[in-house]
């Protein structure tokens, strides 16, 4: 049996990276480098659950109001987190 599981993806992805994109201009130090803003992402990405799902609305659905702002406000935060974590790293690897 042929299964395609490519239609798999974590809901948290593209809200994460378009925080990312949205919060760069803050950080001039990083906005002008995709490499460390993948890391970012990635930073980020590691600070929430995980929400696989295979289209947009089967978990949009299921989700309450109280539960979309609870989350949007997760990768918010951990978008923040994610800057000023990449933001120290770079500044400690340029020092030395």
Not at 39 to 58: F, G, K, M, Q, T
Not at 64 to 77: C, F, L, N, P
Request: proline share 4%; glycine share 6%.
């Amino acid at each position: 049996m042929s299964v395609d599981f490519t239609s798999i993806r974590n809901f948290n992805e593209r809200a994460v990276c378009e925080a990312v994109l949205s919060s760069a201009p803050g950080y001039p130090g990083l906005k002008h480098d995709p490499e460390l803003l993948a890391d970012v992402a990635c930073v980020a990405l590691n600070r929430l659950p995980s929400r696989y799902i295979r289209h947009e609305v089967d978990y949009a659905f299921y989700q309450t109001e109280k539960e979309r702002g609870d989350s949007e406000r997760q990768v918010a935060d951990a978008v923040d987190f994610a800057f000023g974590f990449v933001q120290a790293r770079t500044a400690m690897k340029a020092r030395g």
